[in-house]
């Protein structure tokens, strides 16, 4: 039991590390450091575009390898090398970060992707030991909790990031920019800290050597093909995975999007950066919250809730105006974002076979990176066609709306029962209804 415990803890602690890299990197510091320091002396526009281009290759780029690492990841029963191995890819992209200068926005697109697949591919591995170190409820509690501490992790470290910028003389450091490269060097060195934990108490599951006669990426890409085959005896959770591909779009997309948003409708940027705190600091409580509310009303019940949640938010940005407006709408997002997120994981988890961990979740990778796609490109294409961002934030409910009908349909009871018979455990755990 005391090894389970500390196993859980390490699980957990590796959110709290590596939650920092999406909070001062991906969200709040290198964007403003890029426009302002690393793309100094191109077009703003040009420099809002090679972000943009940053970003999407990066996403492609992982969508593409997530299903692909996660069959490797099964075969070779080396989720833990491949986690160590992205997660130095990440942790290292972090601190070069502090060495990019005015006008090296190549040198700073280069790391933004190479951080963002160590990031996402070290996720995908990281996910897929949730279900071999808790079972049925208790992987509700744990992933909620995964990301409760992920929230507080990058939460801390991007105060402390946006004080050491705001108050650099503090510090005894010169100016803004010095201090936004030394933040992005304590990300790395942050996510290595909390890292270690995991690595020397997490186990991984032992399984029967399988002779390969085939190179991995080779068995990688035949898996894809063969898990998509495999996804038709799951029916529960093929409808769950579209539903998720569906609402967690529209999630995807206020959190990349309402920055811009904020700022086309005259928001500040202090208080951009406050709404993103408040966002991170709300969503502390609240996902530990919904943890508890799926153990009363079960997950799905609980899931639903926020995605009726969303529906509200999307209205509400609408109709925002002012900087208190954009504040109520962080402590929404923040009430009902990380409980969403670890829901999702956990019910995702129960109904994946025991034999195809990693191969599963990798599917489940590549569904919510290319929901990064889909949600920003319909903001943008409304918002172009009728000259209106509101317009553009409020088409974000069609994703809601459709995830909520799919839910609405997947049985999570059945879905578990058919996922211990094609592994052979059916009958050895309890299934309570969900």
Not at 80 to 109: N, P, Q
Not at 136 to 162: H, T
Not at 393 to 410: C, E, K, T, Y
Request: net charge positive; glycine share 10%.
């Amino acid at each position: 039991m005391e090894g389970h415990k500390k196993t859980r803890l390490s699980w957990v602690l590796y959110d709290f590390g590596n939650s920092a890299f999406a909070t001062t990197i991906m969200a709040a510091v290198l964007p403003v450091f890029y426009y302002d320091v690393a793309a100094a002396g191109l077009d703003e526009n040009l420099a809002a575009s090679y972000w943009g281009y940053s970003q999407s290759i990066a996403v492609l780029i992982v969508a593409i390898m997530a299903p692909i690492l996660g069959a490797i990841s099964d075969y070779s029963a080396a989720k833990k090398k491949f986690l160590r191995f992205f997660t130095y890819m990440g942790i290292i992209a972090s601190i070069l970060l502090a060495f990019v200068g005015e006008g090296d926005y190549i040198f700073a697109s280069i790391l933004l992707i190479v951080g963002t697949i160590g990031f996402s591919g070290g996720n995908v591995f990281y996910d897929a030991f949730l279900p071999e170190i808790a079972e049925g409820e208790e992987m509700d509690k744990l992933s909620a909790d995964g990301f409760a501490w992920g929230y507080i992790g990058g939460g801390i470290l991007l105060a402390i990031n946006i004080l050491m910028i705001l108050k650099h003389d503090w510090f005894g450091i010169p100016n803004a920019s010095v201090a936004s490269q030394l933040s992005f060097a304590s990300v790395g060195v942050w996510w290595f800290i909390f890292s270690i934990p995991l690595f020397r108490n997490i186990k991984e599951e032992k399984k029967t050597a399988v002779k390969r006669e085939k190179s991995y990426v080779s068995i990688g890409f035949s898996r894809v093909a063969t898990t998509f085959k495999a996804l038709k005896q799951y029916k529960q959770l093929l409808i769950f995975l579209l539903a998720f591909w569906m609402y967690n779009d529209g999630i995807s997309t206020i959190i990349k999007m309402a920055t811009i948003y904020g700022r086309d409708i005259g928001i500040d940027g202090n208080s951009l950066i406050a709404a993103l705190l408040i966002t991170q600091f709300v969503g502390i409580p609240c996902t530990f919250f919904f943890g508890w509310l799926a153990k009363k009303i079960t997950a799905k019940k609980a899931l639903l809730i926020t995605l009726y949640a969303y529906v509200g938010i999307v209205i509400l940005g609408y109709f925002m105006s002012a900087a208190l407006h954009f504040y109520l709408l962080a402590i929404c997002v923040g009430v009902v974002q990380g409980g969403a997120q670890s829901l999702s994981r956990s019910i995702f988890g129960r109904m994946v076979p025991d034999n195809k961990h990693a191969e599963f979740f990798g599917f489940y990778g590549i569904s919510s990176k290319f929901a990064a796609i889909f949600g920003p490109f319909l903001f943008a294409l409304v918002g172009q066609l009728t000259g209106s961002s509101r317009l553009g934030i409020v088409s974000l409910v069609v994703f809601f709306i459709g995830g909520i009908i799919l839910l609405r349909f997947v049985d999570i009871d059945k879905g578990v029962r058919d996922a211990k018979r094609q592994t052979g455990t059916e009958g050895k755990v309890e299934i309570k209804p969900q």
